[in-house]
């Protein structure tokens, strides 16, 4: 029997003292941090309200008209065109170009793609008022066909005729496009120059989105800032067993700009290269033809104001705005980076960026023209006297 009389330890027999220490011992062991229960929670969960108090600006209209030169609108011939109209009026929109001309017939027969196209136009300018603008696409269903390029750019022809003002390619081409042996279809394939040339004769200009984000092509692990989507979206990784590297398929694109002095290619989504400034002002500065939009990337901007702003004045001339997906409540994010010096505010979309964003508070003049006047170079179809000059 345990003897507590003298209240002690050392006071009970020699084998419960033994005991009663090894006991004591293992409870202060589990008090510690280390032996303390660990609270957790996925990454998705984690979303923490900054207690940072600074000045905040919500941003809901464009200080001056803009035009969206990336955007996707799949039916137009059908859609309430009307009703677009007036969200864009919301946000200050003058003209959104539709990139998906042909909608799901880009993949048709080149037929059903260009009557489809030509539905589109029609649509746009009677139910729109002009306002929505469309660009055409192209099939490569049929590209071993000896005659593919010749009546491809016969039916470019056509559609810009009808009313097309520009090309957009899908980043399926370089990635995913194959001819009928099962070979890549490169996007500088020489059967594609044809295309390209026709162009620049044609001045129109093409909005080209190759690749992807370099991060799905790197390793999906820790230490990969797009984990998160690629948890999510798991297609849309990118291993070399599958794939090329994203330098060969990036330097595809940039080979072509090279090639075609005389056609105006604006490279989508920053060229994927948001994160890579100096490179992409390296490229820019090698091929005066080379434009770039800023549609889905500005969470890369809004990480380095201070490079981002630099890169945005000395490149004035260069850069559109570009939206990508139609979520009127997003663009307000693009106007606060763009017209504010807001600090440490949140992105939209936490799979693209966990971080928070700066503004630029872009000079005025600069504004003007990442908002509309460097698209209506490129567009000179558009009707300038809808905006400030």
Not at 53 to 58: A, D, F, Q, S
Not at 217 to 246: C, G, I, M
């Amino acid at each position: 029997m345990i003897n507590f009389k003298n209240n002690s330890i050392d006071s009970l027999n020699k084998p419960y003292k033994h005991v009663i220490k090894y006991i004591f011992s293992f409870c202060i062991l589990l008090s510690l941090p280390s032996f303390a229960q660990e609270k957790t929670m996925a990454f998705e969960e984690y979303d923490p309200i900054s207690t940072l108090v600074v000045p905040e600006h919500t941003v809901k209209k464009a200080k001056y008209p803009f035009i969206d030169i990336h955007n996707h609108q799949n039916n137009m011939p059908s859609q309430d065109l009307g009703y677009l109209v007036k969200q864009m009026d919301s946000l200050n929109m003058k003209f959104m170009i539709n990139l998906s001309g042909k909608g799901s017939y880009r993949s048709g027969a080149r037929e059903q793609g260009t009557d489809f196209l030509i539905q589109s136009v029609k649509a746009g300018k009677e139910k729109a008022g002009g306002r929505v603008i469309v660009f055409t696409n192209l099939n490569f269903s049929d590209i071993d066909n000896p005659n593919w390029s010749a009546e491809t750019v016969k039916a470019l022809e056509k559609e810009v005729k009808a009313g097309a003002m520009g090309l957009k390619i899908f980043k399926d081409l370089g990635l995913e496009v194959k001819d009928s042996k099962g070979n890549r279809i490169r996007t500088n394939d020489p059967r594609l120059d044809p295309i390209w040339a026709k162009c620049g004769e044609l001045n129109i200009p093409i909005l080209i989105h190759t690749g992807e984000p370099i991060s799905f092509f790197d390793v999906h692990d820790k230490t990969n800032e797009r984990w998160l989507e690629l948890k999510q979206f798991p297609s849309r990784a990118r291993p070399s067993t599958k794939y090329p590297s994203w330098k060969i398929v990036m330097d595809e694109q940039f080979d072509i700009i090279k090639r075609h002095p005389n056609t105006k290619f604006i490279s989508a989504h920053l060229a994927w290269l948001g994160n890579n400034l100096p490179e992409l002002g390296r490229l820019m500065n090698l091929y005066p033809n080379m434009y770039t939009e800023i549609g889905a990337v500005i969470h890369e901007l809004g990480r380095q104001p201070k490079n981002a702003r630099a890169f945005m004045i000395k490149y004035q001339d260069r850069v559109l705005f570009g939206k990508d997906i139609w979520t009127t409540s997003e663009y307000y994010t693009y106007f606060r980076l763009l017209e504010t010096g807001d600090e440490y505010f949140p992105y939209y979309r936490k799979r693209h960026a966990f971080w928070r964003i700066y503004g630029l508070e872009l000079p005025d003049e600069v504004l003007k023209k990442v908002y509309y006047k460097n698209a209506l170079q490129l567009l000179p179809k558009l009707d300038k006297t809808q905006f400030p000059k």
